[in-house]
């Protein structure tokens, strides 16, 4: 078995700053890449930012220049710090990754439950 488990939501003010984490636990034997996906009401699910193991990065057109994402591969974490937070960056944010668990030695996608967003204006 593969866990997800985000951290780090919360209610920040228009232009505040918040760091989502996310550790990946349980059976794993490799991690490939790692992602945040967010989902506001009504909308839906959207790429933010992905890092492959390697460490190259990319972004959503709305978040480059203020969101950064990040990775301890010797600690399967992901983090996302995000700066200038706007209130249409309100969203449940979620972790994806890639991993391959030492039970079945395939790669498989795994996603977190998800954390809360809220950007007051």
């Known amino acids: 078995q593969v866990q997800l488990v985000e951290s780090g939501g919360g209610l920040v003010q228009a232009g505040g700053s918040l760091r989502l984490s996310c550790i990946a636990s349980g059976s794993i034997r490799s991690v490939a890449a790692m992602a945040w996906y967010r989902q506001a009401p009504g909308k839906q699910r959207e790429l933010v930012a992905r890092i492959t193991d390697g460490g190259s990065t990319n972004y959503a057109d709305s978040v480059k220049g203020r969101f950064t994402i990040s990775r301890d591969n010797a600690k399967n974490t992901v983090l996302l710090q995000m700066n200038s937070l706007k209130p249409e960056d309100t969203a449940v944010y979620s972790c994806?990754?890639?991993?391959?668990?030492?039970?079945?030695?395939?790669?498989?996608?795994?996603w977190g439950r998800g954390t809360q967003v809220t950007v007051s204006s």
């Open positions: 994806h990754a890639n991993v391959m668990s030492t039970m079945t030695s395939m790669f498989d996608d795994y």
